[in-house]
């Protein structure tokens, strides 16, 4: 299995355009989440879908920020417009709900400069 | 709410050295996860243990062992014969039953081993 796949790897642009994240989650999963990494936050949790459908999305930061999920492949999480401080590593995560082990597997992540 | 506290921040310690990792967890579930994650300098997030709140059991794995007390709502990570490989950040992570199995993360530890 490929794991879970991000992308882009890398992104730099301006304050004020649009960032578009993606994410396919491992197989057979039917859990995605999406977390932020900072150096003053830590790691913490955006957004979470079961099955497709978003179940909380309390650590979106605020409106400039969206998540979808449009089938079981594939999610993206959006920023527009993006701002200097949405700057962190973005990571996307999978686990399987059914399954005695709830590990999550944790893409490579996506660093996001804003300049 | 749950809460994860991993005191510290920094530790730096000799090849061949042992080292534990501290991690103290809150929660109002009797039903939960803990886990910990290493993430490296390459960036990516590695699992490394699961243990559900009814298995007390210590848990020994080559060099690693971790000892999970309910008592004191800890989940300490020790490694033992450090190795400089062993560099990197160490996240402990809980996991609610109740929450669709999303992680809160502590603060991480990051340990440097020096030859």
């Known amino acids: 299995d490929a794991g879970v796949i991000q992308s882009p790897r890398h992104e730099v642009t301006e304050m004020g355009q649009e960032v578009t994240l993606r994410c396919k989650p491992i197989?057979?999963?039917?859990?995605l989440f999406w977390y932020r990494q900072t150096m003053m936050r830590g790691l913490e949790l955006l957004i979470y879908f079961n099955n497709n459908v978003p179940i909380d999305d309390s650590g979106m930061p605020e409106d400039r920020f969206s998540a979808k999920m449009p089938n079981a492949s594939f999610s993206t999480l959006k920023i527009q417009p993006s701002e200097p401080r949405d700057s962190a590593v973005y990571f996307c995560?999978?686990?399987?709900?059914?399954?005695?082990?709830?590990?999550?597997?944790f893409g490579p992540g996506t660093r996001l400069t804003v300049l | 709410a749950q809460k994860v506290t991993q005191a510290q921040t920094e530790i730096s310690v000799v090849e061949k050295e042992d080292v534990t990792l501290d991690c103290v967890y809150e929660t109002r579930d009797t039903t939960y996860y803990l886990f910990w994650y290493k993430q490296p300098p390459s960036g990516e997030l590695v699992f490394l243990i699961r243990r559900n709140s009814f298995d007390e059991q210590n848990e020994i794995s080559g060099r690693y062992s971790w000892n999970f007390q309910k008592s004191t709502s800890s989940f300490n990570f020790t490694i033992t014969a450090s190795q400089v490989v062993d560099s990197a950040v160490y996240f402990c992570?809980?996991?609610?039953?109740?929450?669709?199995?999303?992680?809160?993360f502590g603060g991480g530890t990051r340990l440097m081993v020096k030859p």
């Open positions: 197989s057979g999963h039917n859990s």
């Open positions: 992570a809980l996991s609610d039953f109740n929450a669709g199995n999303m992680l809160t």
């Open positions: 995560a999978s686990n399987d709900l059914g399954s005695s082990y709830n590990e999550q597997f």
